[in-house]
Nanobody
Framework: QVQLVESGGGLVQAGGSLRLSCAAS????????MGWFRQAPGKEREFVAV????????YYKDSVKGRFTISRDNAKNTVYLQMSSLKPEDTAVYYC???????????????????WGQGTQVTVSS
């Protein structure tokens, strides 16, 4: 079992920055790809970013490329999402998730992640 707890969300003005953290417990996540997803009110959960277990590979949703950076510290069992130049359309609940071990490559599909955190709210005001 893996427990994931996100933190770092909040209210920020457009153009501002936030750093989300996802702390894992129960077992190490160092052998697994980890992703960030988000869900805005009335919308489906969508992929944001994913990082490989070795940190050598990352992939981003087009609309966040150049603004968001995913990283991880395997020694701390923690994954991060640095968000800059935030826009009102980035407002959502942000979730971190562990990619299922049977899935190859860097997945953008929510159904290929087997453990999820409870989410942290990010609100960007215009």
């Amino acid at each position: 079992q893996v427990q994931l707890v996100e933190s770092g969300g909040g209210l920020v003005q457009a153009g501002g920055s936030l750093r989300l953290s996802c702390a894992a417990s129960g077992r190490t996540i160092s052998n697994y790809n980890m992703g960030w997803f988000r869900q805005a009110p009335g919308k489906e959960r969508e992929f944001v970013a994913v990082i490989s277990w070795s940190t050598s590979g990352t992939y981003y949703k087009d609309s966040v490329k150049g603004r968001f950076t995913i990283s991880r510290d395997n020694a701390k069992n923690t994954v991060y999402l640095q968000m800059s130049s935030l826009k009102p359309e980035d407002t959502a609940v942000y979730y971190c998730a562990k990619q299922a071990p049977y899935v190859g490559g860097l997945s953008t599909r929510a159904d290929q992640y087997d453990y999820w955190g409870q989410g942290t709210q990010v609100t960007v005001s215009s």
